[in-house]
């Protein structure tokens, strides 16, 4: 048996699920306003919408005659399956003339439901068609109009309904035949209608590419949408437009942690930042812990930072709980992170664990002062001999004036772009330059986190992958040997890094994590949300490979950006700050707003994607 390759076409089941496939990312390119849960497109013709001398076959595609073909009264339609969703904007339909029978009295158009299927399309209110027999155009009335050329066996003739402005034109053989109906109603049915025997006709619905070039039309609406909203005259509030989009550019770099570079836009601007830049340089650096899977670091520091606000947010608490669980099972978190990287004396001598409890102080039993003597494993590795002899205050205060990324723990974020081609020369200038330095060190990446941004959102979303060499300092092992975040993933990708202190360490955190879950249980009753996030943390460890296991995705580095943006948020309304920026309010507004309007037969509102717009 020859394999399956180039030029082989695909045959019996796989032949089906390929077409399938072809057909959902066809209509989903032509029609990406168009929500088929609410309002199905239609795929092919009804068996239930048809006159009983209609034929259907090869997937209700093959529409063939078998009555007796007398007269007019013997003349039978078929609608498909579903209307024509107001959301397509314009919608493309063609039929194949398979065979016109005896005398090709076949119609192509559209019809409203309930029109009677006992006549051919055209010929009652609410039903619109294109005669082959004769080339006439019938719109509710039984007198056609001179409209285009009759059509034969082996035509490929197109029916295509523009939503905007309600018109309707069709195609021969790929070639437009211009305008045959204006006016139309909503909610139209493809109709096809037969009248004489050995008529067979074949539909494509989008199974095929179209012979006529829809997407160039749609194109060309598309650019007559954008143009007239791009010349929307905005008038006299010009320089009062101005200012609102300039603070609510402001508030999202402020929201996401873009420190200097909200400094400088308010510079350039005359805008004020409502936040203290101290404090945005810190929800920055518990961002970038989470980000980078150093989950209890970031439960600490939030503790330290934000005292209270874990205790106010038990279900918050939680999922950072579960979370670490999570990196301590990819090998990422300082809890298990430590142990992989220097082995200790003895397998049960575990670094401290902060509190579990909801009720739990700032105070932490991870703020250690990193001795030569005692290296601790507080955020996973042992201290460098740039961090000996530093201060004991691992982070500044929230209300602090100026922000010091000193550090007394054995590793510290590195907050520098360092794949930025300037950062060298910041470096070798940084004594002329302290100030800038020190903002630029705390910019975040674009290339490689989401900022927090959730599903559906415009913004661009990360892909998982994380350039930790760039985020984290080099640290060095009692080899002097260089590690990295990457380091537990180059390990074979086991268990803990595979590590039997880590392991042995992660199932005891998983001990503790379950009583945290009783203990909110019994606070503030069952929450099967918690238990489901418990259950599918603890199922990894059924599972040789946790990585590619049925629950395998809760590993991925990109479900750390959900709890981001979550940790991020909650710190925000904790300061009277808006947990959510209003550019992106007023982003997910207006493109609610244009679907909504869409799905409301506002035709050109499908063309008018606010994605389109952002640059």
């Known amino acids: 048996m020859a394999d399956l390759g180039v030029g082989i076409v695909p045959t019996g089941d796989h032949a089906f699920h390929f077409q399938e496939h072809e057909l959902n990312e066809r209509l989903k390119r032509l029609y990406p306003a168009v929500n088929e849960e609410e309002t199905p497109l239609p795929r092919s013709w009804s068996p239930k919408d048809k006159y009983s001398y209609i034929g259907l076959s090869q997937n209700n595609l093959r529409v063939h005659y078998k009555g007796h073909g007398k007269n007019h009264k013997d003349a039978a ?18 039929v194949k003339i398979v065979s016109k029978g005896r005398d090709g009295y076949m119609g192509i158009g559209l019809s409203a439901q309930g029109v009677n299927m006992n006549r051919l399309p055209g010929w009652d209110k609410h039903s619109y068609g294109y005669h082959g027999d004769d080339g006439h155009s019938f719109c509710s009335s039984g007198t056609g109009q001179p409209y285009g050329p009759t059509f034969t066996t082996g035509d490929v003739i197109g029916c295509c309904v523009n939503l905007i402005n309600n018109t309707c034109f069709y195609t021969k053989n790929g070639i437009s035949l211009g305008v045959a109906f204006t006016d139309l109603p909503p909610n139209l049915y493809p109709t096809v209608g037969l009248q004489t025997p050995g008529e067979i006709v074949d539909a494509n619905f989008g199974q095929q590419p179209f012979v006529f070039d829809i997407e160039d039309y749609m194109s060309e609406w598309r650019a007559k949408i954008h143009g007239m909203i791009t010349r929307f005259p905005i008038g006299e509030r010009l320089g009062e437009w101005q200012a609102v989009l300039q603070n609510m550019v402001s508030s999202y770099l402020v929201h996401h942690g873009y420190c200097a570079t909200a400094t400088a836009f308010a510079r350039a601007t005359e805008t004020t930042i409502q936040e203290d ?11 970038k812990l989470v980000l980078a899977g150093r989950v209890g670091e970031a439960i600490e520091a939030t503790q330290q930072l934000y005292p209270g606000l874990l205790e106010h947010n038990p279900n918050l608490l939680f999922m950072l709980k579960c979370r670490q ?74 209300s602090s004036s100026t922000s010091s990324s000193t550090s007394s723990s054995p590793s510290s974020v590195n907050y520098s772009e360092s794949n930025s081609p300037d950062s060298a020369k910041s470096q070798q200038h940084s004594a002329n330059s302290t ?34 060499e760039e985020i984290l300092q080099p640290d060095e092992n009692s080899n002097g040997n260089r590690v990295t975040e990457e380091e537990p993933y180059r390990r074979s990708r086991q268990l803990c890094g595979g590590n039997q202190a880590a392991t042995e360490r992660m199932i005891q955190f998983g001990r503790e994590l379950q009583a945290l879950n009783d203990q909110l249980c019994r606070e503030y009753g069952k929450n099967t949300t918690q238990e489901k996030m418990l259950k599918d943390a603890f199922s990894l460890l059924a599972y040789l490979d946790p990585w590619n296991c049925p629950v395998g995705q809760q590993l991925d580095p990109i479900q750390r950006e959900s709890l981001c943006s979550a940790l991020n948020s909650a710190i925000l309304e904790s300061q009277n700050l808006p947990k959510q920026p209003p550019l992106m309010l007023a982003l997910g507004q207006a493109t609610e707003c244009v679907q909504l309007m869409a799905r409301v037969r506002s035709g050109s509102c499908s063309f008018a994607r606010v994605d389109n717009f952002l640059h």
Do not use: W
């Not at 339609?77 to 063609?94: D, L, N």
């Not at 830049?277 to 961002?287: L, M, T, V, Y």
């Open 77 to 94: 339609s078929v609608r498909a399956t579903h209307p024509i969703p107001a959301a397509c904007g314009i919608y493309y339909f063609e």
């Open 277 to 287: 830049p101290a404090s945005i340089k810190n929800r920055q650096r518990i961002q």
């Open 325 to 398: 669980f999570l990196e301590m099972v990819n090998g990422t978190d300082s809890e298990v992170r430590c142990l992989t990287v220097r082995s200790p004396k003895s397998q049960d001598s575990y670094p401290g664990s902060p509190s579990l409890s909801p009720r739990h102080g700032a105070a932490s039993t991870h703020l250690h002062s990193g001795g030569s003597d005692s290296p601790t494993c507080s955020n996973g590795v042992t201290p460098s001999k740039k961090s000996k002899g530093r201060g004991s205050v691992k982070y500044p205060s929230a």
């Open 435 to 468: 100030q800038e330095t020190s903002d630029s060190e705390m910019e975040i990446d674009a290339e490689h986190y989401s900022n927090g941004v959730g599903d559906g959102s415009t913004a661009r979303v990360m892909n998982g992958t994380y350039k930790h």
